[in-house]
Protein backbone atom coordinates (compact mmCIF):
# COMPACT_ATOMS: atom_id res chain seq x y z
CA UNK A 1 0.00 0.00 0.00
CA UNK A 2 1.46 3.71 -0.66
CA UNK A 3 2.05 5.95 2.07
CA UNK A 4 0.04 8.74 3.14
CA UNK A 5 3.09 11.13 2.44
CA UNK A 6 3.52 9.39 -1.26
CA UNK A 7 2.77 12.54 -4.07
CA UNK A 8 2.92 10.21 -6.81
CA UNK A 9 2.51 5.93 -6.84
CA UNK A 10 3.40 3.94 -9.64
CA UNK A 11 2.40 0.50 -9.75
CA UNK A 12 3.93 -1.94 -12.38
CA UNK A 13 3.28 0.44 -15.26
CA UNK A 14 4.41 -0.92 -18.65
CA UNK A 15 4.89 1.69 -21.97
CA UNK A 16 5.83 0.46 -25.74
CA UNK A 17 6.07 3.40 -27.88
CA UNK A 18 7.12 2.88 -31.85
CA UNK A 19 6.71 -0.80 -31.28
CA UNK A 20 9.50 -0.82 -28.34
CA UNK A 21 9.35 -1.79 -25.00
CA UNK A 22 10.30 1.76 -23.25
CA UNK A 23 9.28 0.78 -19.54
CA UNK A 24 9.02 -2.68 -17.94
CA UNK A 25 6.93 -2.98 -15.07
CA UNK A 26 8.26 -0.31 -13.48
CA UNK A 27 6.87 0.69 -9.62
CA UNK A 28 7.79 3.48 -7.20
CA UNK A 29 6.86 5.77 -5.44
CA UNK A 30 7.46 9.83 -4.62
CA UNK A 31 7.72 11.28 -1.32
CA UNK A 32 5.53 14.24 -1.16
CA UNK A 33 7.41 17.77 -0.45
CA UNK A 34 11.04 16.53 -1.53
CA UNK A 35 13.13 17.53 -4.61
CA UNK A 36 13.29 13.59 -6.21
CA UNK A 37 15.70 13.20 -8.87
CA UNK A 38 15.04 11.07 -11.86
CA UNK A 39 18.50 10.24 -13.17
CA UNK A 40 19.37 8.10 -16.35
CA UNK A 41 21.34 8.27 -19.94
CA UNK A 42 19.51 9.48 -22.78
CA UNK A 43 17.01 6.48 -24.05
CA UNK A 44 16.62 5.49 -20.59
CA UNK A 45 13.18 6.24 -20.26
CA UNK A 46 13.33 9.60 -18.01
CA UNK A 47 10.31 11.05 -20.32
CA UNK A 48 8.35 8.54 -21.10
CA UNK A 49 7.76 8.05 -17.02
CA UNK A 50 7.65 12.02 -16.91
CA UNK A 51 4.55 11.96 -19.73
CA UNK A 52 3.14 9.14 -17.49
CA UNK A 53 3.05 10.94 -14.47
CA UNK A 54 0.99 13.96 -16.12
CA UNK A 55 -0.81 11.77 -18.02
CA UNK A 56 -0.31 12.35 -21.69
CA UNK A 57 1.44 8.98 -22.09
CA UNK A 58 -0.63 5.66 -23.23
CA UNK A 59 0.06 3.10 -20.62
CA UNK A 60 -0.03 -1.10 -21.99
CA UNK A 61 -0.81 -1.95 -18.39
CA UNK A 62 -0.36 -0.67 -14.75
CA UNK A 63 -1.27 2.55 -13.35
CA UNK A 64 -0.19 6.04 -11.82
CA UNK A 65 -1.71 8.07 -9.31
CA UNK A 66 -0.82 11.12 -8.33
CA UNK A 67 -2.02 12.92 -5.18
CA UNK A 68 -4.19 9.84 -5.22
CA UNK A 69 -6.20 10.67 -8.25
CA UNK A 70 -5.67 8.52 -11.64
CA UNK A 71 -2.46 10.27 -13.63
CA UNK A 72 -4.15 12.79 -16.46
CA UNK A 73 -7.90 12.89 -14.56
CA UNK A 74 -9.40 16.65 -14.70
CA UNK A 75 -8.67 17.07 -11.24
CA UNK A 76 -4.77 15.50 -11.18
CA UNK A 77 -4.51 18.30 -13.86
CA UNK A 78 -5.15 21.46 -12.08
CA UNK A 79 -2.49 20.18 -9.44
CA UNK A 80 0.29 19.08 -11.69
CA UNK A 81 2.99 21.64 -13.68
CA UNK A 82 4.68 20.15 -16.27
CA UNK A 83 7.98 22.17 -18.15
CA UNK A 84 8.78 19.85 -20.74
CA UNK A 85 12.07 19.37 -22.66
CA UNK A 86 11.73 21.26 -25.87
CA UNK A 87 10.44 24.93 -24.92
CA UNK A 88 6.51 24.89 -25.06
CA UNK A 89 5.98 28.40 -25.75
CA UNK A 90 3.58 30.76 -28.04
CA UNK A 91 7.05 32.31 -30.47
CA UNK A 92 4.60 34.79 -31.71
CA UNK A 93 3.64 36.69 -27.59
CA UNK A 94 6.16 38.15 -25.80
CA UNK A 95 7.73 36.33 -22.61
CA UNK A 96 5.13 38.49 -20.29
CA UNK A 97 2.14 37.25 -22.06
CA UNK A 98 3.40 33.58 -22.56
CA UNK A 99 3.62 33.60 -18.68
CA UNK A 100 0.11 35.31 -18.61
CA UNK A 101 -1.53 33.45 -20.98
CA UNK A 102 -0.77 30.40 -18.56
CA UNK A 103 -1.45 32.27 -15.27
CA UNK A 104 -5.12 33.11 -16.29
CA UNK A 105 -5.90 29.48 -16.91
CA UNK A 106 -4.72 28.52 -13.43
CA UNK A 107 -6.48 32.11 -11.83
CA UNK A 108 -2.54 33.67 -11.44
CA UNK A 109 -2.50 37.46 -11.40
CA UNK A 110 -0.29 39.89 -12.84
CA UNK A 111 1.36 39.89 -9.04
CA UNK A 112 2.49 36.32 -10.08
CA UNK A 113 3.33 36.66 -13.22
CA UNK A 114 5.79 38.98 -12.14
CA UNK A 115 6.99 37.07 -9.28
CA UNK A 116 7.98 34.18 -11.81
CA UNK A 117 9.55 36.35 -14.19
CA UNK A 118 11.59 37.20 -11.43
CA UNK A 119 12.45 34.25 -9.85
CA UNK A 120 13.90 32.90 -14.02
CA UNK A 121 15.82 36.17 -14.26
CA UNK A 122 13.77 37.52 -17.46
CA UNK A 123 12.46 40.58 -15.67
CA UNK A 124 14.31 42.19 -18.43
CA UNK A 125 13.46 40.74 -21.31
CA UNK A 126 9.44 40.57 -20.11
CA UNK A 127 8.80 42.42 -23.31
CA UNK A 128 10.64 40.89 -26.19
CA UNK A 129 9.64 38.52 -28.33
CA UNK A 130 10.07 34.55 -27.48
CA UNK A 131 10.73 33.90 -30.94
CA UNK A 132 13.58 36.41 -30.25
CA UNK A 133 15.14 34.87 -27.30
CA UNK A 134 17.81 32.29 -27.11
CA UNK A 135 17.67 28.36 -26.29
CA UNK A 136 18.58 28.84 -22.73
CA UNK A 137 15.72 31.21 -22.09
CA UNK A 138 13.20 29.97 -24.39
CA UNK A 139 13.72 27.31 -21.71
CA UNK A 140 13.59 29.69 -18.97
CA UNK A 141 10.03 31.05 -20.13
CA UNK A 142 8.71 27.33 -20.49
CA UNK A 143 9.56 26.94 -16.73
CA UNK A 144 8.24 30.29 -16.07
CA UNK A 145 4.79 29.35 -17.30
CA UNK A 146 5.09 25.69 -15.25
CA UNK A 147 5.70 27.62 -12.02
CA UNK A 148 2.87 30.54 -12.76
CA UNK A 149 0.71 27.55 -11.85
CA UNK A 150 1.50 27.41 -8.25
CA UNK A 151 1.51 23.63 -8.45
CA UNK A 152 1.45 20.92 -5.45
CA UNK A 153 3.37 18.59 -7.70
CA UNK A 154 5.82 20.59 -10.27
CA UNK A 155 7.52 18.08 -12.98
CA UNK A 156 10.42 19.25 -14.87
CA UNK A 157 12.34 17.49 -17.74
CA UNK A 158 16.28 18.61 -17.85
CA UNK A 159 15.21 22.45 -16.61
CA UNK A 160 19.09 24.04 -15.99
CA UNK A 161 20.13 22.24 -19.36
CA UNK A 162 21.84 25.43 -21.56
CA UNK A 163 21.49 27.93 -18.52
CA UNK A 164 24.25 29.44 -16.60
CA UNK A 165 25.76 28.45 -13.41
CA UNK A 166 24.46 31.40 -11.37
CA UNK A 167 20.64 30.39 -12.46
CA UNK A 168 21.10 26.93 -12.07
CA UNK A 169 21.92 27.77 -8.45
CA UNK A 170 18.94 30.39 -8.51
CA UNK A 171 16.73 27.74 -10.14
CA UNK A 172 17.87 25.00 -7.37
CA UNK A 173 17.48 26.96 -4.68
CA UNK A 174 14.07 28.10 -5.78
CA UNK A 175 13.21 24.14 -6.59
CA UNK A 176 14.13 23.35 -2.68
CA UNK A 177 12.06 26.41 -1.34
CA UNK A 178 8.94 25.14 -3.09
CA UNK A 179 9.42 21.88 -2.04
CA UNK A 180 10.12 22.84 1.77
CA UNK A 181 6.87 24.55 1.42
CA UNK A 182 5.20 21.41 0.94
CA UNK A 183 5.79 21.28 -3.44
CA UNK A 184 6.54 18.11 -4.56
CA UNK A 185 9.35 18.78 -7.26
CA UNK A 186 10.56 15.92 -9.26
CA UNK A 187 13.54 17.08 -11.77
CA UNK A 188 14.82 14.83 -14.59
CA UNK A 189 18.60 14.94 -15.80
CA UNK A 190 21.31 13.19 -16.87
CA UNK A 191 23.88 15.48 -14.96
CA UNK A 192 24.88 12.90 -12.11
CA UNK A 193 26.45 16.35 -10.30
CA UNK A 194 22.66 18.15 -10.29
CA UNK A 195 21.66 14.68 -8.26
CA UNK A 196 23.92 16.01 -5.66
CA UNK A 197 20.98 18.42 -4.48
CA UNK A 198 17.96 16.17 -4.68
CA UNK A 199 16.84 14.34 -1.78
CA UNK A 200 16.13 11.46 -3.09
CA UNK A 201 17.09 9.47 -6.35
CA UNK A 202 15.42 6.97 -9.03
CA UNK A 203 17.92 5.84 -11.02
CA UNK A 204 16.80 4.59 -14.71
CA UNK A 205 18.15 2.33 -17.04
CA UNK A 206 16.80 0.68 -20.05
CA UNK A 207 13.22 1.12 -18.71
CA UNK A 208 13.93 -0.38 -15.57
CA UNK A 209 14.44 1.38 -12.22
CA UNK A 210 18.06 0.58 -10.92
CA UNK A 211 17.87 1.81 -7.33
CA UNK A 212 16.48 4.56 -5.31
CA UNK A 213 17.50 6.25 -2.34
CA UNK A 214 19.39 9.43 -1.04
CA UNK A 215 22.10 10.51 -3.03
CA UNK A 216 24.22 9.71 0.85
CA UNK A 217 22.65 6.24 1.36
CA UNK A 218 23.87 5.05 -2.25
CA UNK A 219 27.41 6.38 -2.26
CA UNK A 220 27.57 4.32 1.13
CA UNK A 221 25.89 1.45 0.05
CA UNK A 222 28.11 1.48 -3.29
CA UNK A 223 31.12 3.06 -0.56
CA UNK A 224 32.00 5.01 -4.13
CA UNK A 225 32.91 9.24 -3.57
CA UNK A 226 30.83 10.27 -5.89
CA UNK A 227 27.48 9.58 -7.71
CA UNK A 228 28.73 8.74 -11.16
CA UNK A 229 31.04 5.79 -9.43
CA UNK A 230 27.84 4.96 -7.66
CA UNK A 231 25.81 4.97 -10.58
CA UNK A 232 28.73 2.51 -12.44
CA UNK A 233 29.15 0.52 -9.52
CA UNK A 234 25.04 -0.50 -9.54
CA UNK A 235 24.95 -1.34 -13.38
CA UNK A 236 27.79 -4.05 -13.42
CA UNK A 237 26.21 -5.15 -10.02
CA UNK A 238 23.46 -5.58 -12.08
CA UNK A 239 25.20 -7.16 -14.80
Not at 17 to 46: I, M, N
Not at 94 to 103: D, H, L, M, T
Not at 104 to 114: E, K, P, Y
Request: net charge negative; charged share 25%; glycine share 10%.
Amino acid sequence: MPAATDAVVIDRLTVDRGGERVLDDLSCAVTGGRVTGLLGPSGSGKTTLIRAIVGTQRLRSGSVHVLGMPAGSAEARRRVAYMTQAASVYRDLSVRENVRYFGVLVGAGDAQVRDVLEQVGLTGWASALAGNLSGGQLSRVSLACALVASPDVLVLDEPTVGQDPVLREELWSDFRSRAASGTTVLVSSHVMDEAERCDELILLRGGRILDQDTPQQLRERTGTANLDEAFLRLIREEE
